[in-house]
């Protein structure tokens, strides 16, 4: 007698098509002891930044290194800091084999990042501590496009996160610390601001993050970031005020 086990097998389960948001780690060196320091030292303020993230290794700054990358060592590396290695983009035919050999996956090559020209306005006096890295860029992202605005109207409570890819996003409710808000373009917060926001995702350098109460547990331009760890002045901490980058400094002004 013949079974049917075809007919089964499509009923037990079903094959769908899935866009994930990944943290895509930019190597701008093969040495990975350079690569461990400059992690460790940019997530010092904030060892939890990561949540068992996906990670996607770009490995177009490094194409034409003429020196090998220890795959197994970065993907490590990574783990360590609480990220999940998956797949890599951008090497040459040599690397992205050697990354194959350990588990990894060729991903699509990224499109160029849009970057918008800066206003001519009067630079400030900096006067706000800035973090920042030469060996890796963080940058979360989706293989999805989306609106020129992407607005959201409940809170967002700890555990949840938000990202408007390729547009600004805005909230109008509370986004509660441990909540994550992320932008390729700006971000509106009109209610307090206690948990993370990262504007410029991609790279714009001319984004910028508003908020009606500023008490943010984390604020990032273009992979600036400044954290809890350095207090906002008493004159804006709680009140209307922007984050904005001057050259490579993240200032927070009122508004």
């Known amino acids: 007698m013949a079974i ?17 948001p990944v943290v895509a780690v930019v190597l701008k060196t093969t040495n ?8 460790a030292r940019r997530l010092a303020d904030d060892p939890g930044f990561f ?14 290194a003429d020196e090998p990358i220890d ?5 490590a590396l990574l783990r360590q800091h609480h990220t999940l290695p998956v797949a ?10 050697a990354a194959h050999a350990v588990g990894l996956v060729a991903a699509p090559e990224a499109p160029p990042a849009r970057v918008q020209p800066t206003p001519s306005d009067p630079a400030p006096t900096p006067t706000e501590a800035t973090h920042t890295v030469e060996v890796v860029e963080v940058v979360r992202e989706v293989p999805i ?18 990202y408007a890819r390729g547009a600004d996003l805005v909230v109008l409710a509370m986004v509660s610390f441990g909540a994550e808000v992320i932008a390729d373009g700006n971000v509106h917060v009109y209610a307090p601001l206690r948990g993370r926001a990262i504007a410029g995702a991609r790279g714009d350098t001319s984004a910028r ?12 331009i273009a992979g600036i970031y400044r954290t809890t ?19 490579e400094k993240l200032l927070i002004e009122p508004l």
């Open 4 to 20: 049917d086990t075809a007919g089964q097998s499509r009923a037990s389960f079903d094959l769908k098509s899935a866009s994930l």
């Open 32 to 39: 990975t002891e350079v690569l461990a320091a400059d992690l």
């Open 51 to 64: 949540d068992n993230d996906p990670v996607l290794i770009d490995l177009a700054p490094v194409r034409d």
């Open 71 to 75: 795959f197994a060592a970065v993907s």
């Open 88 to 97: 890599v983009r951008g090497g040459s035919p040599a690397q992205m084999e």
């Open 145 to 162: 496009p989306g609106p020129g605005t992407v607005v959201v109207d409940k809170p967002l409570r700890s555990g949840q996160q938000v």
């Open 209 to 220: 993050i508003f908020t009606t109460c500023m008490e943010p547990q984390l604020v990032s």
């Open 229 to 247: 760890e350095v207090a906002i002045p008493a004159e804006i901490a709680g009140k209307p005020a922007q984050v904005r980058l001057d050259g």
